[in-house]
Every structure is written in C-alpha cells, then in structure tokens.
Nanobody
C-alpha cells in the first residue's frame, strides 16, 4: 500500500512564498513520475508542475518563473517552492504520482494525495 502525504499549505499574502512537500510511503515501489496539480472552486483540476519519466520538469505557463519543483529521491519526496504568490494561485494543491509496485505483482497505478489548501489573500 503506497500513500502520498502532503504538507505545507496555508494562508499567505500576495507576493509571499510557501513550500509544499509530498512524501510517498509504503514498501516495494518505484516512482515513475511525480508532480503537483491544483483545483480552484468551480475549476477543473490542472497540472501545476511535474517531473516526467525522463527526469525533466514541466510547468503550466501561469507559474513559470515563480514556482520550482524539486525532489529528494532518497526520501521519495517532491517539493513545490511557490514564490511571488498571487490570489489566483488560491486552490487545493494535490500531489500526484505514477507508481510501480512490485508485490504481489508488478502493477502501475496513479496515486493522489489528500490535498492541501493554499490561500493567497491580503
């Protein structure tokens, strides 16, 4: 059983910064891809930033130059450093990963964290 646990959300003023963390826990697994999505009220869930299978990064246009995704492979953890936050960044942020589990059989699955609220407001 693999779980994704997020932390780091909260309330911040416009122009401020937050750092989100997402750790994958469990046993007998390997992470193929890992990243962050967000969903604002009334909107569809959208990709914010992610690592691809090849290890490169991709960002949605609205966060380029402000957000940075990074990872610690030894800790199975991905981070999202969010700078110069804007009110339109307000959303629930979800960690997502495509994970290969080995037991009892090899299986690739799509995993989601529980979500963490980010609110940008003065």
């Amino acid at each position: 059983q693999v779980q994704l646990v997020e932390s780091g959300g909260g309330l911040v003023q416009p122009g401020g910064s937050l750092r989100l963390s997402c750790a994958a826990s469990g046993s007998s697994f390997s992470i193929n891809t890992m990243g962050w999505y967000r969903q604002a009220p009334g909107n569809a869930r959208e990709l914010v930033a992610a690592f691809t299978r090849g290890g490169s990064t991709k960002y949605t246009d609205s966060v380029k130059g402000r957000f940075t995704i990074s990872r610690d492979n030894a800790k199975n953890t991905v981070y999202l450093q969010m700078n110069s936050l804007k009110p339109e960044d307000t959303a629930v942020y979800y960690c997502n990963a495509e994970i290969l589990t080995f037991l009892p059989v090899f299986r690739t699955g799509d995993y989601w964290g529980q979500g963490t609220q980010v609110t940008v407001s003065s």
